[in-house]
């Protein structure tokens, strides 16, 4: 799967393990008989941690019982420096250049479930799920396509034959959405100043999470300067506004969010980052958000790893927390053309911040994040034709609906004839993308229409309604490989009124406004 590469927290009086109690019910069960706290030779070795190793980041998640009071401590005499805490999820980011780091950690069992390296290189003084290279729009073709275009459309609208896929267009007559409603879009950062985003952007909601603190800072949340479009990207499809420039999102009466987690430079998205995403977009009041990635370095995180463990532990508290806090999570399935559900899978791309090792993996055991998190809505892609996409990647049971996330070899009746997704770049243009990346957002656009429509509903019931009202799609006969001819659909299957390459179908705009 191709991927976009990829405030600190005072320590509360209260013990964090007060809360856990309460509300983690997830957590494993610590026996009181579990490893001390703390102990003497922690302390007498504390000033000779070893610092020789490379400078990584760490996630260090507490047990029920542990409070971030005594996190700190331990993480100090292990060699490490606090870099922020998430009180409600027991979560701490810590850095470290002692190479035992985690593992001095790991046998204070009373006081951590798992802690792990977020990366397997050194900290830099991120990847997204995005099949090839923009094709910019040229003014040429955006005239021919505003040529076209009939009475009530925007400009470019004629091109987004997505939005006429899943009724959006339909939709726009009878509700545009509700500016109650805002999707975060978790990403490589959104340009604000775009005139067909600015009108729908809330600064208040938008923040930089890189690194694991969320700065707000004015701007703070645009691509960097050398950076990715794909954000800006996402945020059109999403809730472009209906103003007679450019192109339409699927819920233009909304408002979008950025809060960007991708490093400068690679784009890759580290856990930490991932992390800040989700507790900021719970804390600022965000009811949906879009999360086009994959969480680096890991194409899949297995869960018999003991970093690899962290992470999804870390991650699954952060996405649940957010759920609690009533934040629906939607994301892209990726872009590997593999299947979710098998028994196994060959990973050649991890680590993707060093030397990949290809390793076989079991997807029930090792985990894409944050695709596979329970209560995460999952999509797969579709092109105009109604096919899965060549690139999708699927699996019965997994992927939960489906969307257009275009296919260049799905050709539409349209003026460009393209069969990618047309939306907003940045500097004011506008380009065509394919990927599940694409996908996604038709999917957080409908659920903003839901939550519009129905505003006291909970995102388990915006997911049942995403479910509920999909159109029902059966397993092709034939789809196309990504060379462009037609193969045999042999690797779709069905089952519980479902099928591996839709899930529940393909979501439907118009119903979630009717």
Not at 409 to 427: F, K, Y
Request: one cysteine or more; proline letters at 6%; aromatic letters at 6%.
């Amino acid at each position: 799967m191709a991927h976009l590469g990829s405030g600190r927290r005072r320590a509360l009086a209260v013990p964090v393990g007060l809360v856990l109690t309460a509300s983690l019910a997830f957590l494993p069960s610590v026996s009181a008989s579990a490893a001390p706290l703390g102990n003497t030779a922690d302390a007498a070795t504390a000033s000779k941690a070893d610092t020789t190793g490379p400078k990584l980041s760490y996630v260090a998640n507490l047990t029920a019982y542990g409070t971030v009071k005594q996190a700190k401590k331990a993480i100090e005499r292990a060699g490490g420096t606090v870099v922020t805490s998430y009180d409600q999820i027991g979560v701490v980011v810590a850095h470290s250049q002692n190479p035992d780091f985690a593992k001095q950690l790991r046998t204070q069992r009373g006081l951590f479930v798992s802690v792990g390296a977020t990366r397997t290189a050194p900290l830099q003084t991120v990847q997204t799920t995005e099949e090839g290279s923009t094709q910019r729009l040229s003014e040429a073709d955006a005239a021919k396509a505003a040529a076209t275009a009939q009475e009530g459309q925007e400009p470019l609208e004629p091109n987004q034959w997505d939005l006429r896929t899943i009724k959006a267009d339909q939709a726009h007559k009878i509700n545009d959405g509700s500016r109650n409603v805002t999707v975060g879009v978790i990403d490589t950062g959104v340009d604000d100043t775009h005139p067909d985003l600015a009108a729908n952007f809330s600064k208040e909601q938008s923040a930089n999470c890189v690194g694991g603190v969320a700065d707000t800072t004015e701007g703070a949340w645009r691509p960097y300067p050398d950076g990715s479009d794909h954000g800006t990207h996402v945020a059109g499809t999403i809730a472009a506004p209906r103003n007679g420039v450019g192109v339409s999102g699927v819920a233009p009466g909304v408002k979008v969010a950025a809060i960007k987690v991708s490093e400068p430079g690679t784009s890759l998205f580290f856990t930490e980052a991932v992390v800040c995403g989700f507790m900021f977009a719970a804390e600022k009041g965000i009811e949906v958000t879009n999360n086009s990635y994959y969480v680096d370095p890991w194409l899949f995180n297995c869960k018999t790893d003991d970093d690899q463990k962290a992470l999804v532990e870390a991650i699954g508290r952060a996405s649940k927390y957010a759920e609690r806090k009533g934040v629906l999570n939607v994301a892209s399935a990726g872009n590997s053309n593999q299947d979710l559900a098998a028994d196994s899978l060959t990973d050649d791309t991890s680590p993707d911040d060093a030397t990949p090792v290809p390793r076989t993996i079991d997807p029930k055991v090792c985990l894409d994040l944050p695709t596979q998190l329970p209560g995460v809505v999952t999509v797969s892609a579709t092109g105009d034709k109604g096919f899965r996409s060549y690139y999708s990647s699927y699996g019965l049971g997994v992927v939960d609906v489906a969307a257009p996330g275009g296919d260049k070899w799905q050709i539409p009746a349209t003026p460009d004839a393209n069969g990618r997704v047309l939306s907003t770049v940045p500097g004011g243009g506008y380009g065509y993308k394919q990927g599940t990346s694409m996908a996604a957002p038709h999917v957080a656009g409908v659920a903003a229409l839901l939550k519009s429509a129905h505003p006291g509903a909970t995102p388990s019931q915006i997911q049942a309604m995403l479910k509920g009202q999909a159109t029902k799609t059966a397993c092709p006969a034939q789809i196309y490989d990504n060379t462009g001819a037609l193969i045999n659909a042999t690797t779709c299957a069905g089952k519980w009124g479902q099928t591996g390459y839709y899930g529940y179908g393909v979501v439907d705009a118009l119903k979630a406004v009717k």
